[in-house]
Nanobody, 124 residues
Framework: QVRLVESGGGLVQAGGSLRLSCAAS????????MGWFRQAPGKEREFVAA????????HYADSVKGRFTISRDNAKNTVYLQMNSLKPEDTAAYYC?????????????????WGQGTQVTVSS
């Protein structure tokens, strides 16, 4: 059973930065593609970013492209989401997820494991 634990959320002013971390345990981290999703109150969960285990390729939602960067450290079993130039509309609970697929998946249904989430609040 893979366990995912997010950290790094908090309150930040618009234009600021945060780095989210997601620590994995219980599986072969290097063979999981990882994704970040977010859900704001009253809204559907949405894809943010993902990174493949096979070649390290990445993919981003248009709304965060150029501002967010996903990366992974297989030695630390951790995936990161560096968030810069934050906007109030980035306010949401952020979740990391893991899939055995080598492909980058943007649909949450494709992921096998989920973390509990970390709250990001961006004030204007």
């Amino acid at each position: 059973q893979v366990r995912l634990v997010e950290s790094g959320g908090g309150l930040v002013q618009a234009g600021g930065s945060l780095r989210l971390s997601c620590a994995a345990s219980g599986g072969t981290f290097s063979r999981f593609s990882m994704g970040w999703f977010r859900q704001a109150p009253g809204k559907e969960r949405e894809f943010v970013a993902a990174i493949s285990w096979s070649d390290g390729s990445t993919h981003y939602a248009d709304s965060v492209k150029g501002r967010f960067t996903i990366s992974r450290d297989n030695a630390k079993n951790t995936v990161y989401l560096q968030m810069n130039s934050l906007k109030p509309e980035d306010t949401a609970a952020y979740y990391c997820a893991a899939t055995r697929s080598y492909a980058i998946l943007v649909a949450g249904i494709g992921y096998d494991y989920w973390g509990q989430g970390t709250q990001v609040t961006v004030s204007s």
